[in-house]
């Protein structure tokens, strides 16, 4: 069945430093892949998606590239800010219909000033 | 903010009672999910409806039941409350069953069974 192995956290990092979080995936067929965030105390939002390989999925300076050859969809973003902690999940969505979402197992992000 | 409100947001009950937790979206989406929030597991999907009556099973179903008979609300049932069913549930709401349709979820309902 579908999976996604998503960087084990928590991750800390200074502000402005350079962050990537690992995501590798295994599904049947071209999923679509997505970056959720979730702030705290807040359901997921949309980060970020790509639909095809080698599409490039960008917001609020994140970005993430579908990788097929090495089945990845990792997140960086070149200067994170206090603002950016959050939980942040990889998740894919097989295109078989009745699109449910396969995520992994959530990164926990802290910014320190 | 798609309109979506989850209903209670926090609740504590004792082992044994039936719990339901309620979705109402106000999108007019047609498809409809609950997932539970663990620590170590991500999200996984409990159950989803594809339209009025049509309902289907995911990941992680025992022990749940749902049931929509209306557009608009979802409601996720635990027959009989167990600790192992303590969790953060959250409903989910997507237009269209395609692969690459963005999914807008709700503020998620915190649930204790002691």
């Known amino acids: 069945g579908d999976s996604v192995t998503q960087m084990e956290g928590p991750v800390t990092l200074s502000e402005e430093a350079f962050l990537t979080i690992n995501c590798t995936y295994t599904?049947?067929?071209?999923?679509?892949l997505f970056w959720y965030v979730q702030y705290p105390g807040e359901g997921l939002q949309l980060l970020l998606k790509?639909?095809?390989?080698?599409d490039k999925g960008s917001n609020k300076g994140f970005e993430a590239t579908y990788r097929k050859e090495t089945t990845s969809f990792h997140l960086e973003k070149g200067s994170v800010q206090v603002s950016d902690s959050a939980v942040y999940f990889c998740a894919l969505s097989s295109n078989f219909g009745n699109e449910k979402l396969t995520f992994g197992t959530g990164t926990r992000l802290t910014i320190i000033p | 903010d798609a309109g979506i409100t989850q209903s209670p947001r926090h609740k504590v009950t004792e082992t044994g009672t039936p719990v339901t937790l309620r979705c109402h979206q106000t999108?007019?989406?047609?498809?409809m999910y609950w997932y539970r929030q663990d620590p170590g597991h991500g999200l996984r999907l409990i159950h989803y409806s594809y339209g009025v009556k049509d309902t289907d099973k995911g990941e992680v179903s025992d022990g749940y039941s749902v049931s929509r008979s209306k557009t608009e609300d979802f409601l996720l049932t635990l027959e009989s409350a167990t600790s192992s069913q303590t969790s953060v549930y959250f409903c989910a709401i997507t237009p269209t069953g395609e692969s690459n349709t963005e999914a807008f979820f709700g503020q998620g309902t915190r649930l204790t069974v002691v």
């Open positions: 790509a639909t095809k390989a080698d």
């Open positions: 599904a049947t067929g071209y999923p679509s």
């Open positions: 999108e007019n989406h047609r498809y």
